[in-house]
DNA sequence: ATTATAATTGCAACCAGGTGCAATAACAAT
DNA sequence: ATTGTTATTGCACCTGGTTGCAATTATAAT
């Protein structure tokens, strides 16, 4: 369901500060850092405040039309599409690659195991080096 | 190794203030967080400047002697002591449980198959909710 | 088209954490 | 004990992100 839709339905308001942040985040191809959106929106829109970008992505991110998650100190956003909840990102080259789900499976089921844990594992964001990196030492 | 020989064989001091931080550190049972650590230092000792214990922190991470993590955007500290490196810590009670380091062997090797990806998990922090607040319920 | 109402914005002030720099102090050498 | 070197401190200011509040504006009702 598109993300206006859904803003509309709870009596949300579509102004034209959370159309442009809207549109940034769709037509990205990958995660946004908020940087990124601040630079984006207020270059389209000057003047936009940066308490109202980051308002809007908290709540986008409330009605699950976008991932925040956390990178080195600083926040990534991206559109959520379903199907892939896990990222590895390389330190390295800052390349972002979606991860399988059942990766996380089995630590799943063995915290559970040994420990009764449930761990938070709907979106898991693991840095570390990817192929290209470790091999261009 | 004690943490006032490393520092001495770095050629860096041992300063009143670094004195009284490592003793905070060691004497605590469990993971502290910056805020605790802060009051706790400037209650012994006034005046001490918030720089000098981040800086402090900061330097003690990096000779190994504390471990540095993030949970809930608050960082948190405790004594680094071989053996247990990864923790999982509850989002309701708040209570920290060393965790074996095989459980996450097997992300580990999947991601280096599947990816060719070498992921960072020298020191992994995961929330989620223990047993007894899941029963609790 | 006007109006009422409540959601949203911009602002200014705030928070945790980090940084450049001049003043201070720990330690080694004398 | 004095001195010189240089690591460390406190300060003031900066950063990304958050919050309270008064002014604005999207939307529904008339």
């Not at 979606?98 to 594992?121: P, Q, R, W």
Request: charged share 25%; proline share 1%.
């Amino acid at each position: 369901m598109s993300c206006s839709v859904v803003l509309k339905e709870k009596g949300l308001r579509l102004t034209p500060q959370r159309r442009l942040i809207l549109d940034i985040i769709h037509e990205a191809d990958a995660h946004l850092t908020a940087e990124e959106i601040i630079n984006s929106v207020q270059s389209k829109m000057p003047g936009v405040n940066k308490s109202t970008i980051y308002r809007t992505l908290e709540l986008l991110e409330e009605l699950n039309c976008v991932f925040k998650s956390e990178v080195d100190d600083k926040f990534i956003y991206h559109h959520a599409e379903e199907g892939h909840h896990h990222h590895i990102i390389c330190r390295k080259c800052g390349k972002s690659i979606d991860c399988a789900e059942h990766i996380f499976h089995s630590v799943e089921t063995s915290l559970n195991k040994e420990y009764g844990f449930h761990a938070d594992f709907k979106h898991v964001v693991t840095t570390g080096l990817c192929s290209d990196c470790l091999n261009k030492v």
